[in-house]
């Protein structure tokens, strides 16, 4: 099956810092989601982007599908962005496997 | 967005016991909806995928007579989990597939406790 890898596994920022989170798959897939995992348990969609780039306030995504991977992009970082980022992918028959995610902490 | 529910948010039952938990997408249809599990610090699993008016699929090492799922509207699916022990002591989360996109909106989880 296709394999999903996330990093880095955990990052401690300062608030107002910038990140990267990566995502590599090893096949193609039909789709990419990102989610936000808060302390509550809550997954919260980000971005539904299989390809291309896309911008929602301080965050933006960037797929390149035929490199299979996908970064998300966190600006100005706030303690409220605190939680568990996911990366999912969306195999041939329309179900989501998700890598392992990357917790993040930031500290005001 | 979308917006999809769960019930309970969580529950504490005695072994034996057997537990449902509803899956509810509020205000769109969804044919499709699936159920995971979580367990603390880790990633989500697949356990089946819940189609509208048929059987579940399950994923390998899912018992499907552990598990039971009914999908009986285009926006309710519930899982049981029938007999449960300890070991079933976890976060389900639930999802469903929007029809045109397949993006999937997720529930708020439920986290079982069985004693």
């Known amino acids: 099956g296709i394999q999903v890898e996330q990093s880095p596994p955990d990052l401690i920022l300062q608030e107002g810092a910038n990140s990267t989170l990566r995502c590599n798959f090893s096949d193609s897939v039909n789709n990419l989601q990102w989610f936000h995992q808060n302390p509550w348990g809550q997954l919260i969609n980000l971005f539904y982007i299989p390809s291309g780039t896309k911008q929602n306030g301080r965050l933006s995504a960037t797929t390149v599908a035929t490199e299979r991977y996908s970064l998300l992009y966190i600006s100005s970082s706030q303690t409220t962005d605190s939680g568990v980022y996911f990366c999912?992918?969306?195999?041939?028959?329309?179900?989501?496997?998700f890598g392992s995610g990357t917790r993040l902490l930031v500290r005001p | 967005g979308a917006v999809v529910s769960q019930h309970p948010s969580w529950v504490i039952c005695k072994s034996g016991t057997s537990v449902k938990i509803e899956c509810r997408s509020l205000?769109?249809?969804?044919?499709?909806m699936f159920w995971y599990r979580q367990f603390p610090k880790q990633s989500l699993m697949l356990m089946a995928t819940?189609?509208?008016?048929?059987?579940?699929?399950?994923e390998q090492g899912v018992e499907k007579d552990k598990f039971l799922i009914n999908h009986a509207s285009l926006t309710l699916s519930t899982l049981t989990v029938t007999s449960a022990h300890p070991e079933d002591s976890s976060f389900y989360i639930c999802s469903a597939s929007e029809e045109e996109s397949n993006e999937q909106f997720f529930g708020p989880g439920t986290r079982l406790t069985v004693l």
């Open positions: 819940s189609n509208e008016g048929s059987k579940a699929t399950y």
């Open positions: 205000d769109f249809q969804a044919t499709t």
């Open positions: 999912a992918v969306m195999d041939s028959s329309y179900k989501l496997i």
